[in-house]
């Protein structure tokens, strides 16, 4: 079996098709597919079953998984740190984002960190979610992901850099808007609260129903969104009210959105917590530890405004 073998290997499993990975290859199905038959004759057993739809790993082929991806890993983040090393302070550093997690979160700290590292070059890799952050993280080519913190997942280790209180954007016609504050029991007592639903499967929808359920309320929602911007979007067009995170740039309370918006905080809702996600710390680059220690200053530095209590 070869090293090419196992990466085709592990990426099929993930896919779950023969087809998909051919295509992201460029090579034909067969192709793929003789990679996985090698694989079989050297260990003797059956690695995928065929399904109706795709594949999926068999017992056997799920224990070759977990063994190559972890092997691979380790091989491809060796001969990156030894070219790193030859070059000195040059190099990349390769970041799994959400979609608008650079404009709010690390624009001023790239300019800090190509201040200080003007050789080392920032990769940006766009994910649909936390999760899909997760999944990408576990390509030896990433260095780094930010994410909601959330449950422990194996492999990975999680270090929080802001908590963002929770707000409900509303216009400023809408009979909310003069409130101080708003508790989660008046929102949900509300005959139509109209509320702007997060993206369903993602982190930071999933910490806010946990914690809603924590308090004894529960939402009801009419429309959805893919990203927070999206939601603070349609509140100011009026399809609803918008219940965010606070990120940076965007006030606790008060007017934003150039006064289209009144922010009302709930300071009953836990924060949400967001942070960087690695697969070992101790195993970063110097250049990815410095732009993760960069982000996590200037986060410091420029703290979300905590809610104001009437």
Same mark, same amino acid.
């Given at each position: 079996?070869?090293?090419?073998?196992?990466? %085709? /290997?592990?990426?099929?499993?993930?896919?779950?098709?023969?087809?998909?990975?051919?295509? +992201?290859?460029?090579?034909?199905?067969?192709?793929?597919?003789? !990679?996985?038959?090698?694989?079989?004759?050297?260990?003797? %057993?059956?690695?995928?079953?065929?399904?109706?739809?795709?594949?999926? @790993?068999?017992?056997?082929?799920?224990?070759?998984?977990?063994?190559?991806?972890?092997?691979?890993?380790?091989?491809?983040?060796?001969?990156?740190?030894?070219?790193?090393?030859?070059?000195? +302070?040059?190099?990349?550093?390769?970041?799994?984002?959400?979609?608008?997690?650079?404009? !709010?979160?690390?624009?001023?700290?790239?300019?800090? /960190?190509?201040?200080?590292?003007?050789?080392?070059? $920032?990769? /940006?890799?766009?994910?649909?979610?936390?999760?899909?952050?997760?999944?990408?993280?576990? &390509?030896?080519?990433? &260095?780094?992901?930010?994410?909601?913190?959330?449950?422990?997942?194996?492999?990975?280790?999680?270090?929080?850099?802001?908590?963002?209180?929770?707000?409900?954007?509303?216009?400023?016609? &809408?009979? $909310?808007?003069?409130?101080?504050?708003?508790?989660?029991?008046?929102?949900?007592?509300?005959?139509?609260?109209?509320?702007?639903?997060?993206?369903?499967?993602?982190?930071?929808?999933? !910490?806010?129903?946990?914690?809603?359920?924590?308090?004894?309320?529960?939402?009801? /929602?009419?429309?959805?969104?893919?990203?927070?911007?999206?939601?603070?979007?349609?509140?100011?067009?009026?399809?609803?009210?918008?219940?965010?995170?606070?990120?940076?740039?965007? @006030?606790?309370?008060?007017?934003?959105?150039?006064?289209?918006?009144?922010? $009302?905080? $709930?300071? +009953?809702?836990?924060?949400?917590?967001?942070?960087?996600? %690695?697969?070992?710390?101790?195993?970063?680059? @110097?250049?990815?530890?410095?732009?993760?220690?960069?982000?996590?200053?200037?986060?410091?530095?420029? @703290?979300?405004?905590?809610?104001? !209590?009437?």
């Amino acid at each position: 079996m070869t090293l090419d073998d196992l990466r %085709v /290997f592990v990426a099929v499993c993930r896919a779950g098709s023969l087809s998909a990975v051919a295509r +992201e290859l460029g090579c034909t199905q067969s192709a793929v597919s003789q !990679h996985v038959k090698r694989l079989e004759r050297e260990t003797g %057993v059956s690695l995928l079953e065929r399904l109706p739809r795709g594949v999926a @790993p068999t017992g056997a082929g799920r224990v070759l998984e977990a063994a190559a991806a972890e092997g691979i890993a380790g091989l491809d983040l060796a001969v990156r740190r030894l070219r790193d090393l030859a070059d000195g +302070e040059s190099g990349s550093v390769r970041v799994a984002t959400g979609a608008t997690t650079v404009r !709010h979160f690390m624009a001023d700290a790239i300019v800090a /960190f190509r201040r200080l590292h003007p050789k080392v070059n $920032l990769e /940006f890799r766009t994910e649909s979610s936390s999760r899909a952050c997760y999944t990408a993280l576990a &390509d030896s080519a990433l &260095d780094l992901a930010w994410i909601t913190l959330g449950e422990p997942v194996r492999g990975i280790e999680q270090r929080a850099v802001a908590e963002l209180p929770w707000v409900l954007a509303v216009r400023p016609e &809408d009979p $909310l808007a003069g409130r101080e504050r708003l508790g989660v029991r008046d929102l949900a007592a509300l005959p139509e609260p109209r509320l702007i639903r997060l993206p369903p499967n993602s982190a930071s929808a999933a !910490h806010l129903d946990a914690a809603c359920a924590e308090l004894g309320v529960r939402f009801a /929602f009419d429309t959805g969104v893919a990203d927070w911007d999206t939601a603070l979007l349609l509140a100011e067009l009026g399809l609803g009210r918008a219940l965010v995170p606070g990120r940076p740039g965007l @006030p606790a309370s008060g007017a934003a959105g150039g006064g289209r918006l009144r922010l $009302l905080p $709930l300071p +009953e809702i836990r924060p949400l917590r967001v942070g960087w996600a %690695v697969r070992r710390w101790s195993a970063l680059t @110097p250049a990815a530890r410095a732009f993760a220690d960069v982000v996590a200053a200037a986060r410091a530095a420029a @703290p979300v405004p905590p809610p104001q !209590h009437a």
